[in-house]
């Protein structure tokens, strides 16, 4: 599953600085295509023919030089970063370039692959965070889902106005020394609070390249319904930082967290807000948080965060808790559709901390799990994987790609293979109106946040394919991060029979009172669950009034 490519336009008459950037490029960890044009006019045409993601641009060309050159390009594309290639006798001009609109400058010979791949990725990532923080099709899905059980309940539209948008979003530029001790790297970090009114407010922080305002926004919106649609004492929260985890070394992972945390650490705490791994993290990345945490308070405060390691506070049963509860909703979803797991098959995509344990669940139940998928490929076997072997695979090889005992099949193969339960446990958007149609399974079980769009439920209604929504689907996670909250405030610990216990007797609760409504009002099964969350927070929300 490749990531995607950028397109680069380079603007360079001599042939020999072309020949060096290809080079460096070639030799960069981002996947990038290089167009190259000779003159001013050739790149302008490129760029109104085709679509790039950023301009390396020389400033002194056969048919233009100096500023005129950045101007052409702008008044072209408005939008596209530039970076300015330059000598070192015009160091003085690049500069003024940059003052006038271009990203960044960089002295052709003094490049290298790191400082161009940098260069690229910042710049880019400068243009996007002026552009379109907002502009996120996971935010809009959150939002087109809430109006819509919001118009079906009839909701007060002065609350259906406070609830459409956080109530606290945090953004933080913050610099952090790579390994190489001279370089500094500016990122973007977020923390929002979508809601106040039920207590503090919880949930993950992920490290990814494409985190911006309207992903997080979408994810504490959801966090809310599900804290509420399972009753527990928060509202939704999400944060992240917006960076590649796996281009850091350990040290500079640590370096990055402990000063995000110092950004945000005045408004998260174990009355405020607790966050708990998402992607990107784990429980290592949330005990430094921890630790960053109380070295500020002067005494250790294990409830700041949940999903830490056990030794420092966390919960028996919290890592695998997600894909758990995932697969008690299974259960429950088959009894009342008179479905027998035993024999069932199924299909998982995603085999991270969610889909693998979600496959290894079901696999404890009888079903035959006969497709698995991670980044790099989907594999298959009609007769049913041989888990224990998958994983001892992944264990030594680290991903799926070359498994030798099933086909390999790509994402959307997957998808549209029959089963029983299809479980999408990995990224957003992946079941859309293109391809609803093709899916072949009776049970849809969300694990990922997101993985249906709006018209792929209608075509799935119509298919009478029952689906267990993600606010419902995934909530186990936060559960048991809850249970882990609680013990700490307690000074506490539970065992793993009283933790699964719980999970189980709050996740069928939810489920029967969400089945309950989607049959009294007639309505689809995450519409239902919607409702009931935000049915609770407009309760609460009335109660509390307005102040003053």
């Given at each position: 599953?490749?990531?995607?490519?950028?397109?680069?336009?380079?603007?360079?008459?001599?042939?020999?600085?072309?020949?060096?950037?290809?080079?460096?490029?070639?030799?960069?960890?981002?996947?990038?295509?290089?167009?190259?044009?000779?003159?001013?006019?050739?790149?302008l045409?490129?760029i109104?023919?085709?679509?790039?993601?950023?301009?390396?641009?020389?400033?002194?060309?056969?048919?233009?030089?100096?500023?005129?050159?950045?101007?052409?390009?702008?008044?072209?594309?408005p939008?596209?970063?530039?970076?300015?290639?330059?000598?070192?006798?015009?160091v003085s001009?690049?500069?003024?370039?940059?003052?006038?609109?271009?990203?960044?400058?960089i002295?052709?010979t003094?490049?290298n692959?790191?400082?161009?791949?940098r260069?690229?990725h910042?710049?880019?990532?400068?243009?996007?965070?002026?552009?379109?923080?907002?502009?996120?099709?996971?935010?809009?899905?959150?939002?087109?889902?809430?109006?819509?059980?919001?118009?079906?309940?009839?909701?007060?539209?002065?609350?259906?106005?406070?609830?459409?948008?956080?109530?606290r979003t945090?953004i933080?530029?913050?610099?952090?020394?790579?390994?190489?001790?001279?370089?500094?790297?500016?990122?973007?970090?977020?923390?929002?609070?979508?809601?106040?009114?039920?207590?503090?407010?919880?949930?993950?922080?992920?490290?990814?390249?494409?985190?911006?305002?309207?992903?997080?926004?979408?994810?504490a919106?959801?966090?809310?319904?599900?804290?509420?649609?399972?009753?527990?004492?928060?509202?939704?929260?999400?944060?992240?930082v917006?960076?590649?985890?796996?281009?850091?070394?350990?040290?500079?992972?640590?370096?990055?967290?402990?000063?995000?945390?110092?950004?945000?650490?005045?408004?998260?705490?174990?009355?405020?807000?607790?966050?708990?791994?998402?992607?990107?993290?784990?429980?290592?990345?949330?005990?430094?948080?921890?630790?960053?945490?109380?070295?500020q308070?002067?005494?250790?405060?294990?409830g700041?965060?949940?999903?830490k390691?056990?030794?420092?506070?966390?919960?028996?049963?919290?890592?695998?808790?997600?894909?758990?509860?995932?697969?008690?909703?299974?259960?429950?979803?088959?009894?009342?559709?008179?479905?027998?797991?035993?024999?069932?098959?199924?299909?998982v995509?995603?085999?991270?901390?969610?889909?693998?344990?979600?496959?290894?669940f079901?696999?404890?139940?009888?079903?035959?799990?006969?497709?698995?998928?991670?980044?790099?490929?989907?594999?298959?076997?009609?007769?049913?994987?041989?888990?224990?072997?998958?994983?001892?695979?992944?264990?030594?090889?680290?991903?799926?790609s070359?498994?030798?005992?099933?086909?390999?099949?790509t994402?959307?193969?997957l998808?549209?293979?029959?089963?029983?339960?299809?479980a999408?446990?990995?990224?957003?958007?992946?079941?859309?109106?293109?391809?609803?149609?093709?899916?072949?399974?009776?049970?849809?079980?969300?694990g990922?946040?997101?993985?249906?769009?709006?018209?792929?439920?209608e075509?799935?209604?119509?298919?009478?394919?029952?689906?267990?929504?993600?606010?419902?689907?995934?909530a186990?996670?936060?559960?048991?991060?809850?249970f882990?909250?609680?013990?700490?405030?307690?000074?506490?610990t539970?065992?793993?029979?009283?933790?699964?216990?719980r999970?189980?007797?709050?996740?069928?609760?939810?489920?029967?009172?969400?089945?309950?409504?989607?049959?009294?009002?007639?309505?689809?099964?995450?519409?239902?669950?919607?409702?009931?969350?935000?049915?609770?927070?407009?309760?609460?929300?009335?109660?509390?009034?307005?102040?003053?």
């Amino acid at each position: 599953m490749p990531e995607n490519t950028v397109e680069v336009l380079m603007i360079e008459d001599n042939p020999v600085h072309v020949q060096l950037i290809r080079h460096y490029m070639e030799s960069s960890r981002l996947t990038t295509r290089l167009h190259v044009a000779g003159t001013l006019r050739e790149g302008l045409d490129l760029i109104g023919e085709a679509s790039f993601d950023v301009v390396l641009l020389d400033l002194v060309l056969p048919d233009s030089a100096d500023l005129d050159t950045l101007h052409s390009v702008r008044e072209a594309a408005p939008d596209l970063p530039v970076i300015i290639l330059t000598g070192l006798d015009d160091v003085s001009l690049a500069a003024t370039a940059v003052e006038a609109g271009a990203q960044d400058y960089i002295v052709k010979t003094q490049a290298n692959t790191t400082l161009l791949s940098r260069s690229i990725h910042y710049a880019m990532e400068r243009v996007r965070a002026r552009s379109g923080e907002w502009d996120s099709a996971m935010f809009k899905l959150a939002q087109q889902q809430f109006l819509k059980a919001a118009q079906i309940m009839g909701l007060d539209e002065n609350i259906r106005e406070r609830l459409l948008f956080p109530q606290r979003t945090h953004i933080v530029t913050l610099p952090f020394r790579r390994d190489e001790y001279h370089l500094v790297e500016n990122v973007f970090g977020y923390r929002v609070q979508h809601l106040l009114t039920m207590g503090p407010t919880k949930g993950g922080i992920r490290y990814h390249e494409d985190v911006n305002l309207g992903e997080v926004s979408a994810l504490a919106m959801w966090m809310t319904w599900k804290c509420a649609l399972i009753n527990l004492p928060f509202g939704g929260a999400k944060g992240g930082v917006r960076i590649d985890p796996t281009d850091l070394s350990r040290r500079e992972l640590q370096r990055l967290t402990r000063r995000f945390t110092s950004e945000i650490i005045d408004i998260i705490g174990p009355d405020k807000d607790i966050p708990a791994p998402d992607m990107g993290t784990d429980e290592q990345v949330m005990a430094w948080i921890m630790d960053t945490y109380s070295q500020q308070a002067g005494y250790t405060v294990p409830g700041v965060v949940t999903g830490k390691p056990v030794v420092l506070g966390g919960s028996l049963g919290r890592r695998e808790a997600t894909g758990r509860g995932l697969v008690y909703l299974i259960e429950a979803a088959a009894q009342h559709m008179g479905m027998t797991l035993d024999g069932a098959t199924a299909v998982v995509q995603g085999f991270g901390n969610v889909g693998s344990n979600t496959a290894r669940f079901l696999d404890e139940d009888g079903v035959r799990v006969v497709a698995v998928s991670d980044v790099t490929t989907g594999i298959y076997n009609p007769k049913g994987l041989s888990l224990e072997d998958v994983f001892k695979y992944c264990e030594e090889n680290r991903f799926l790609s070359g498994y030798p005992e099933a086909d390999e099949v790509t994402n959307q193969e997957l998808l549209e293979l029959p089963c029983d339960i299809l479980a999408p446990a990995a990224l957003q958007n992946q079941i859309t109106g293109a391809n609803a149609d093709q899916l072949k399974c009776r049970l849809l079980a969300e694990g990922a946040n997101g993985p249906t769009t709006l018209d792929a439920d209608e075509i799935l209604g119509e298919k009478d394919v029952f689906i267990l929504p993600d606010v419902l689907g995934n909530a186990g996670g936060v559960t048991v991060s809850y249970f882990e909250w609680v013990q700490d405030t307690q000074n506490y610990t539970w065992t793993l029979e009283e933790i699964n216990s719980r999970l189980h007797t709050i996740l069928i609760d939810a489920f029967g009172r969400t089945v309950h409504r989607a049959s009294e009002d007639r309505i689809d099964m995450r519409t239902a669950a919607l409702i009931e969350g935000i049915s609770r927070v407009t309760q609460a929300k009335l109660l509390r009034g307005i102040f003053p």
